[in-house]
């Protein structure tokens, strides 16, 4: 086991200097906004690196997401999916992104269950608008708005180098503190982003373009500690990883 600031790594060897081959990173989720923030983060880190969706390859599974921590939800999905597709690659990382909004006045819900905070009749999973009306409504007359977007980053992955195969995971997480606004401001992003000011612009997630919302959010920094994590496992002998944020 080794430790690095919140990231921690699991590995059943020790790491290759270089792979020897295109490593294939398969974004191990269904959810279209997720990819469409996730992907140009990931895109151009190294010509090694090569980025899927389960879309494009045709395994649009649904994991169920059964554990009671970020951590252990993105790793149950980091896991199902390498298990599923690593024998079509000869290597390939699966990379899983949980994630939590965390509001103070809620001790902290709805944290890992973001997704299901509000109820539903079916209890059927909510949609996007119903959770952010649920959380409005939760709020109505709280003064401390205090909130904060957790991701965790899961990476599975098999990678060769030489006549061994090693395989390793590894998890990063990127926390943004901010606060639950009196309503809804903005029209882009999705989720909770509408109702989350971030303290050091004073916009919403919704007000951000993607781009920019790239620049600082919960899973931009989750993403840039597992890609930095993952340059230093790799080092020393391969390609640097430079591209962390989205370019302008
Ligand atoms: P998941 O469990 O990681 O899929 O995400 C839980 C829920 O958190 C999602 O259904 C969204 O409602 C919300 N969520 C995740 N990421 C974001 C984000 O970047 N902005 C706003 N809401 C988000």
Do not use: W
């Not at 494009?56 to 980091?78: F, R, S, Y």
């Amino acid at each position: 086991m080794r430790q690095s600031g919140n990231c921690s790594a699991l590995f059943s060897r020790a790491m290759p200097a270089a792979p020897d081959t295109t490593v294939t990173i398969v974004l191990a989720t269904g959810n279209r906004d997720k990819v469409r923030e996730i992907r140009p983060l990931l895109e151009n880190i190294s010509p090694l690196f090569k980025v899927t969706t389960l879309k494009e390859l045709g395994a649009e599974v649904d994991i169920e997401e059964t554990e009671q921590t970020l951590e252990g939800n993105a790793l149950l999905k980091a896991r199902a999916i390498f298990s599923i597709l690593s024998e079509q690659f000869p290597a390939m990382i699966a990379l899983a992104d949980d994630t939590g909004l965390e509001v103070d006045a809620l001790q902290g819900a709805p944290g890992v269950y973001s997704a299901r905070f509000a109820p539903t009749p079916d209890g059927n999973t909510p949609t996007y608008q119903e959770n952010v009306r649920h959380l409005l409504h939760s709020m109505k007359g709280i003064v401390d708005r205090n909130a904060r977007f957790r991701t965790v980053i899961a990476l599975k992955g098999s990678i060769p180098s030489g006549d061994k195969q090693f395989e390793f995971e590894h998890t990063a997480e990127g926390v943004v503190s901010g606060s639950i606004t009196l309503e809804q401001q903005g029209t882009g992003g999705f989720g909770y982003d509408p109702v989350f000011l971030v303290h050091s612009t004073a916009k919403t997630y919704a007000e951000m373009s993607i781009v920019e919302k790239n620049t600082l959010s919960h899973r931009a920094l989750a993403i840039q500690k597992a890609i930095a994590d993952l340059k230093t496992l790799l080092e020393p002998g391969f390609t640097p990883l430079t591209c962390t944020h989205s370019p302008q």
